[in-house]
């Protein structure tokens, strides 16, 4: 089976969707559309605390990574790192095991923001950028977190469109007015803008923002899946991969991390990654729906934070 064509930005979406690289599909082909112009990066992948030494990926500490992704329909770098956090997904990978779990929250949760008090934890961005969103999810779940990724809409629909689509399986029928999905259960084959609208919808969901943010997992995992299978089948463009990828990429890391992250990825089976999100109940606060994350969430916070792997699923 011949090996699909990928576009530079598309395993950095990929893979750093799930944490586990950030690398590119193919070697020298074009950039996404706009991105050799644009002020902004495709992406954003950075260590969550400066001056840190980055996890040994063949050790025995769990790493763990925060997704973020912007609500800023700009493609000015500023815009999007202090844009609202329309996704949150915090990233637990155990490199003993071999797995790696999810852990989704709903971006209207109500929680703690130091200097601005109770609001809601997309509003973390907005106030301290990527690392504000660090600071709160590490104050929430106790967890320190190595690095974080930051992508938006406008990116996210680029580098999908660059991938050439991708496979995930669609949950239940689909037909919102406002994400504007629509689909019929089962594996589809989405383009950038499917992708986009099925992780935006939350009008579908059987639990309204949980639901959504259950389906923002699906996606990574997806993405995962997708690697994985192109990079059974050519093992040897992964070199090519995290170089060509690099140049739409802003990055701390060093390139032996890359490639360091890049095989830990390729090792993880797609099968071997949980999907969660933090149980609650939505409410009102003032005049705002919220939702009040449940404290049975502390059990999986506790549970990801010991070894990176939240049990029962």
């Given at each position: 089976?011949?090996?699909?064509?990928?576009?530079?930005?598309?395993?950095?979406?990929?893979?750093?969707?799930?944490?586990?690289?950030?690398?590119?599909?193919?070697?020298?082909?074009?950039?996404?559309?706009?991105?050799?112009?644009?002020?902004?990066?495709?992406?954003?992948?950075?260590?969550?605390?400066?001056?840190?030494?980055?996890?040994?990926?063949?050790?025995?500490?769990?790493?763990?990574?925060?997704?973020?992704?912007?609500?800023?329909?700009?493609?000015?770098?500023?815009?999007?790192?202090?844009?609202?956090?329309?996704?949150?997904?915090?990233?637990?990978?155990?490199?003993?095991?071999?797995?790696?779990?999810?852990?989704?929250?709903?971006?209207?949760?109500?929680?703690?923001?130091?200097?601005?008090?109770?609001?809601?934890?997309?509003?973390?961005?907005?106030?301290?950028?990527?690392?504000?969103?660090?600071?709160?999810?590490?104050?929430?779940?106790?967890?320190?977190?190595?690095?974080?990724?930051?992508?938006?809409?406008?990116?996210?629909?680029?580098?999908?469109?660059?991938?050439?689509?991708?496979?995930?399986?669609?949950?239940?029928?689909?037909?919102?007015?406002?994400?504007?999905?629509?689909?019929?259960?089962?594996?589809?084959?989405?383009?950038?803008?499917?992708?986009?609208?099925?992780?935006?919808?939350?009008?579908?969901?059987?639990?309204?923002?949980?639901?959504?943010?259950?389906n923002c997992g699906t996606m990574l995992i997806s993405f995962?899946?997708?690697?994985?299978?192109?990079?059974?089948?050519?093992?040897?463009?992964?070199?090519?991969?995290?170089?060509?990828?690099?140049?739409?990429?802003?990055?701390?890391?060093?390139?032996?991390?890359?490639?360091?992250f890049a095989f830990l990825g390729s090792e993880i089976p797609?099968?071997?990654?949980?999907?969660?999100?933090?149980?609650?109940?939505?409410?009102?606060?003032?005049?705002?729906?919220?939702?009040?994350?449940?404290?049975?969430?502390?059990?999986?916070?506790?549970?990801?934070?010991?070894?990176?792997?939240?049990?029962?699923?």
């Open positions: 089976m011949r090996v699909k064509r990928r576009r530079p930005t598309s395993v950095f979406l990929a893979l750093s969707a799930l944490s586990l690289g950030l690398i590119a599909w193919s070697g020298p082909v074009a950039a996404p559309a706009g991105a050799q112009n644009s002020p902004a990066p495709a992406l954003t992948l950075k260590k969550a605390h400066r001056g840190e030494s980055f996890p040994d990926f063949r050790g025995k500490k769990p790493i763990f990574v925060l997704i973020l992704g912007s609500d800023s329909r700009s493609k000015q770098p500023e815009a999007i790192a202090h844009g609202r956090a329309d996704v949150i997904e915090l990233v637990g990978i155990n490199p003993v095991q071999k797995k790696a779990s999810i852990l989704g929250f709903p971006r209207d949760s109500w929680v703690n923001i130091p200097g601005h008090g109770m609001n809601k934890i997309n509003d973390a961005m907005y106030y301290g950028g990527p690392e504000g969103a660090v600071n709160v999810i590490e104050d929430l779940t106790g967890i320190q977190i190595d690095y974080y990724a930051l992508s938006s809409f406008y990116w996210f629909r680029e580098m999908v469109r660059d991938l050439g689509g991708v496979d995930v399986v669609v949950p239940y029928d689909m037909s919102d007015s406002y994400s504007k999905a629509r689909f019929k259960a089962g594996k589809r084959h989405l383009n950038g803008k499917q992708a986009l609208a099925f992780t935006r919808n939350r009008h579908d969901p059987p639990n309204g923002d949980f639901g959504r943010s259950y995962l899946k997708d690697f994985q299978e192109d990079f059974k089948q050519n093992p040897g463009l992964m070199l090519d991969w995290i170089g060509a990828g690099n140049r739409y990429t802003r990055t701390d890391l060093a390139f032996d991390e890359l490639v360091d797609a099968k071997k990654v949980n999907n969660f999100v933090v149980p609650g109940s939505t409410g009102m606060e003032g005049s705002e729906s919220v939702v009040h994350i449940s404290p049975s969430a502390n059990a999986m916070y506790a549970d990801m934070r010991a070894d990176g792997i939240i049990k029962g699923g």
